[in-house]
C-alpha cells in the first residue's frame, strides 16, 4: 500500500519509528535497549512497566514520570500487540521485538 506522496506506509512505520528512537535516546542518556509490559511488579493490576539498559546491559535508573512516557510512547505506536509479554524496543535498530524472542529464549 503506497501513500498520496509515492512512499509506502511501511516506510512511515519505519520513519516513525527512527523518530521514536531518536526521542528516546535524547530522553534517556546512555539508553540502548527499552523494555515495556504491563506487568509492574508494583500494582496489582496492569500497569506500564519500563526497563531501560545501557549498550553494556546495565540497568538505567529513572524516575517515575520518565518510565511512564517512555512506556506510553511505545504503547502508542504498537497499540496492536500484546502487552501482556514483555517487548523490547532496540534504540540503534528502532525495532521491536518480544522480550523472550530477545533473549534468545523462544516460546
Known amino acids: 500500500m503506497h501513500t498520496a506522496d509515492g512512499g509506502s506506509l511501511a516506510c512511515l512505520d519505519t520513519a516513525r519509528h527512527q523518530r521514536l528512537a531518536a526521542q528516546l535516546a535524547d530522553m534517556i542518556s546512555g539508553a540502548a535497549t527499552i523494555r515495556v509490559s504491563l506487568d509492574d511488579p508494583r500494582q496489582s493490576w496492569p500497569h506500564p512497566h519500563t526497563i531501560a ?3 553494556a546491559g546495565r540497568t538505567i535508573d529513572l524516575n517515575r514520570t520518565t518510565a511512564r512516557v ?9 497499540p496492536a500487540l500484546d502487552w501482556n ?14 522480550s523472550d524472542l530477545a533473549a534468545g529464549r523462544g516460546r
Open 70 to 78: 517512555a512506556a506510553r510512547w511505545i504503547l502508542r505506536v504498537w
Open 53 to 55: 539498559k545501557d549498550a
Open 85 to 98: 509479554r514483555a517487548h523490547t524496543f532496540d534504540l540503534a535498530k528502532a525495532t521491536l521485538v518480544r
